[in-house]
Every structure is written in structure tokens, then in C-alpha cells.
């Protein structure tokens, strides 16, 4: 399988796998920067992926990157769409500082990670007249898990 991959910027990294057993890529940071605190930001990756349907994209944080630095995602997880792979639909990676001081990110810094994941592409919704189940399950502790 190919991922498609367009520097839109020369000095964008190709995303890369830590490891032969990674789940994810690394996607690295274009430029430095400062994430000021509070305040979501994008950090440029300098790239434009097309992900090969029913493979779709999803941008996860590395598990260091809030100890490391105080960064967490603000919207948990960045879903890339099929086709957000235009000119200038560069990937990017949406962060929040959490520390009270501005935070450095570099050039070539290794922010997050790129997760294929397969999913569902053709679903046609059906309304229905009575719920899928008749009996309900409950949630949200309802099995008395947590005491
Ligand atoms: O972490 C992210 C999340 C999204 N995107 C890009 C790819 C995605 O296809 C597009 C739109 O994302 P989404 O649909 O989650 O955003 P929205 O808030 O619904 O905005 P839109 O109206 O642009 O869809 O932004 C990123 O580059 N990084």
C-alpha cells in the first residue's frame, strides 16, 4: 500500500517510523515555534498526504509530547478527510500549551503521530421506528465497575 506524500514546503521531513513494529509515523515539525500558553495553535508540517481509501488518517499526540513539553491536542485527535489533499491542504498539528510560559518547538522535532486506520466509506443511514434493541443496556457505570 502508498501513502501519497507532496512537500508543499522543501523543507517539510517525510513522516517516518520510529520503529518496524510502529503503529504510527512521526510527523515532524516544519519550522520553530512558539506555542504560547492557552492558546490552540497549528504547528506546520509542511506536508499534503492522501491516505488510500478505506485508510483514513488520523493525527494522534506521541505520549511524551505533554510531558515533554506541556503540549496536549485540545480537540483529542485530528481526523484527516479523504480529500484534504489539495494545494493547500497541508496537515497540520493542532496543539494547546497547558504551562504558564511559552514553549519551543524546533525545526525537525518529532510532534506527533500519523495512524492508518480502516473505515467504514460506504454507509447509507436507514431511520428506523423503534430502537435497535428492545432491552438497554445502561452505561456509564451502570455495571457497577467502579466503587
Ligand atoms: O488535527 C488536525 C485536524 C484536521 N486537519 C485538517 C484535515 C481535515 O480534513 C480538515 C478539517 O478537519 P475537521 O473536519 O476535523 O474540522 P472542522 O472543524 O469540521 O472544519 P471543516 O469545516 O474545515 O471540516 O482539517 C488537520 O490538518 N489536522
Not at 35 to 43: A, D, S, V
Not at 55 to 83: E, Q, T
Amino acid at each position: 500500500m502508498e501513502l501519497k506524500v507532496w512537500r508543499r514546503d522543501p523543507r517539510a521531513r517525510l513522516p517516518e517510523k520510529a520503529s518496524e513494529g510502529a503503529v504510527g509515523f512521526d510527523l515532524f515539525a516544519l519550522e520553530d515555534q512558539e506555542i504560547l500558553p492557552g492558546e490552540p495553535t497549528f504547528i506546520r508540517t509542511g506536508l499534503v498526504i492522501e491516505a488510500p481509501r478505506p485508510y483514513a488518517m488520523f493525527v494522534f499526540p506521541r505520549s511524551s509530547l505533554f510531558r515533554k513539553k506541556g503540549l496536549i491536542f485540545p480537540h483529542s485527535a485530528g481526523v484527516i478527510d479523504f480529500d484534504y489533499c489539495g494545494e493547500e491542504d497541508e496537515l497540520k498539528i493542532l496543539v494547546l500549551n497547558l504551562r504558564e510560559e511559552p514553549v519551543k518547538v524546533l525545526a525537525g522535532e518529532r510532534i506527533a503521530q500519523l495512524v492508518l486506520l480502516a473505515v467504514a466509506t460506504e454507509v447509507k443511514l436507514r431511520e428506523v421506528p423503534r430502537p435497535p434493541r428492545s432491552i438497554s443496556r445502561g452505561g456509564f457505570g451502570s455495571t457497577g465497575g467502579y466503587r
